[in-house]
């Protein structure tokens, strides 16, 4: 089974609750709405399960709530909550899906099921993340709660897909401070495009991002006529990256400045 292919399949396979043992009839399943009606937890709980497998994830989450209100202090409850989270998250409805996640989280801090919420928060995060020309700040919080579950949970399931999201995460926060770079470049606001580059080395050197920044620097450096530290990062990226084509960048701009030996190249 591919299971851990995607976020919604994770959080599936996790979900995957058995209704409870007493169903309800058939009427009562087709009558769904979220005025409040009394009924057993058997009847409410399964209707939710039931709008659940047919895609009506607000629908799902409503009745799911119903369950918590009219129930509160059933054991299905705590279920409930969490179901409910779920089901906001499928429905695209993530700041409901993370208040819902962190309620139960507020509520049973210690149950089993708490690594399943806190991924949940983390997973809602990472899916509402913008392209690098916007604000990143949802990315940051994303970057935040994934590192929250594998620091908790770091032999779980959903650490081991945390650590592939954060990769991700980081290189969508290079790929930002990159932008930026290139714009004070651009403006020949070279100080400042120095502080956007090496913040990339600095903090995002596993990235894809890192050869382009070790070049910009060597740009930069030279422009601001800080010729050792344009030698410095030209050699950092001879070492690291001597097949890449902003290796070659590199070369050339220190050739043309009288430096290359400091970037390893004979």
Not at 163 to 191: C, P, S, T
């Amino acid at each position: 089974m591919r299971i851990q292919s995607s976020p919604a399949a994770l959080l599936l396979a996790a979900a995957a609750f058995v209704p409870l043992a007493s169903c309800a009839g058939p009427s009562a399943q087709t009558r769904a709405d979220t005025q409040y009606v009394a009924r057993d937890v058997n009847t409410l709980y399964n209707l939710a399960k039931d709008r659940l497998d047919r895609n009506q994830y607000a629908l799902a989450a409503a009745i799911f709530s119903e369950v918590e209100r009219q129930h509160p202090y059933s054991p299905w409850a705590r279920r409930a909550q969490l179901m409910g989270a779920f089901s906001f998250y499928l429905a695209r409805e993530y700041p409901e899906a993370i208040s819902s996640a962190r309620r139960f989280i507020s509520i049973h801090p210690g149950n089993r099921d708490a690594p399943y919420a806190y991924y949940l928060i983390a997973i809602s995060y990472y899916e509402q993340m913008s392209d690098v020309t916007r604000d990143q700040s949802v990315t940051r919080q994303a970057q935040v709660a994934l590192n929250e579950v594998v620091r908790r949970y770091p032999e779980s399931v959903y650490a081991a897909d945390a650590r592939l999201k954060l990769d991700l995460v980081n290189d969508h926060l290079a790929g930002k401070e990159m932008e930026i770079g290139r714009f004070y470049q651009r403006r020949r606001q070279w100080l400042a495009a120095t502080v956007r580059f090496r913040n990339v080395v600095d903090s995002y050197d596993t990235t894809t991002h890192a050869p382009e920044a070790l070049m910009r620097l060597t740009e930069s450096y030279l422009a601001l006529g800080i010729v050792e530290e344009a030698r410095r990062s030209a050699a950092v990226l001879g070492n690291n990256y001597p097949e890449s084509r902003w290796y070659t960048r590199a070369y050339e701009l220190m050739r043309r400045h009288g430096g290359v030996q400091a970037t390893g190249t004979d």
